[in-house]
């Protein structure tokens, strides 16, 4: 699976997750939001894909769960939406996520 396909099904399966499961998925949720922000990191580091619309996608998802590992108010979730500070709609679906928590 690609970083993306992790993070989309990681979250799907929190908010459709039990309290056990949602346990367990908060302690990989740190992990998880780190590999998915470096893959954005990556695209944009190569001439190949820095422009690549997968960046925003990544960088969307990383914040998507480095909110459910960190909550909004935390430092380590600090620098994950500040690469949404641009991104209106990134944003909107961070707080549609945050509303079903």
């Known amino acids: 699976m690609t970083p993306e396909e992790k993070a989309r099904a990681f979250v799907g399966n929190y908010v459709d997750g039990n309290r056990k499961t949602r346990n367990r998925l908060k302690r990989q949720a740190a992990d998880l939001a780190r590999h998915t922000h470096v893959a954005g990191v990556d695209l944009c580091m190569s001439k190949a894909t820095e422009y690549s619309p997968r960046i925003r996608v ?43 928590l």
């Open 58 to 100: 990544l960088f969307r998802l990383a914040a998507q769960v480095a909110l459910i590992a960190h909550g909004r108010e935390s430092d380590k979730s600090e620098r994950y939406l500040w690469d949404l500070r641009n991104d209106e709609e990134g944003r909107a679906q961070l707080a549609r996520l945050e509303a079903r």
